[in-house]
């Protein structure tokens, strides 16, 4: 069954500093894969997707992520983290629900505290 | 361009109560898909519709439906409450049917008391 891991319930990294939240995922073929970002009470706002090519993906908000294969991996990254990326974050495959596709299934998140 | 809307954004409702919640998706988008999220089960996938049919439902009892109209916009459904359904409901719509890149709205946070 298709599955993501976030192992990081919680992070907490200092203004300036670097970002880097871990994602694994679960999928036969070749997947689709996204970060999304939830600030609290809000929906959820896409920040890159990869669907093929270039590894490395870049992103909204100065963000990254970079595709391994081997790992089966999609880890989110920002070189400098602002007190405002504090939110949580939503790796996502897309699914294959009986069949269908379109659906998308999300890991359990991973809070960003960001210290001043 | 106007993103994914939803009414309410807040509902209080009573054990064995039902409720409709709206989305209007992104012009010109006409795939809605729905999402539960809750502490203990995160986001979950409801159902998708496009061109008024549902083409995809996740893993929740009949309880749960929903509709598409000619215009795109959608509801769900959910009937006879449980303390359980109590969460935020998402909406994201996409352009076509089967399309991962989905664009979510702010949400339906409905209490069950």
């Known amino acids: 069954a298709q599955s993501v891991t976030q192992p990081d319930i919680h992070i907490t990294v200092s203004e300036g500093a670097s970002l880097e939240l871990r994602c694994n995922y679960s999928?036969?073929?070749?997947?689709?894969l996204f970060w999304y970002v939830q600030s609290p009470g809000q929906g959820l706002q896409l920040l890159l997707k990869?669907?093929?090519?270039?590894?490395l993906v870049q992103g909204i908000k100065g963000f990254e992520a970079e595709f391994k294969r081997s790992q089966s991996s999609f880890n989110l990254r920002k070189p400098s983290v602002h007190w405002s990326d504090a939110a949580e974050y939503f790796c996502a495959v897309g699914g294959n629900y009986g069949g269908s596709q379109g659906n998308l299934i999300f890991g359990k998140g991973t809070k960003l505290s960001v210290k001043p | 361009k106007a993103g994914v809307t939803q009414t309410p954004r807040y509902l209080i409702k009573t054990r064995g109560q039902q409720v409709t919640l709206s989305c209007s998706p992104i012009?010109?988008?006409?795939?809605v898909s729905w999402y539960q999220q809750t502490p203990g089960q995160g986001l979950q996938f409801l159902f998708e519709?496009?061109?008024?049919?549902?083409?995809n439902k996740g893993n929740f009892p009949g309880r749960f439906s929903g509709r598409q109209f000619s215009n795109s916009r959608s509801e769900m459904n959910v009937s006879t409450l449980e303390l359980g359904d109590s969460a935020l409901y998402l909406c994201?719509?996409?352009?076509?049917?089967?399309?991962?890149?989905?664009?979510f709205g702010p949400g339906t946070r409905l209490t069950v008391t």
């Open positions: 990869y669907f093929s090519g270039d590894t």
């Open positions: 519709y496009f061109s008024e049919t549902q083409r």
């Open positions: 994201a719509s996409s352009y076509a049917s089967g399309s991962y890149e989905q664009y």
């Open positions: 012009s010109g988008h006409r795939s």
């Open positions: 999928y036969g073929a070749t997947p689709y």
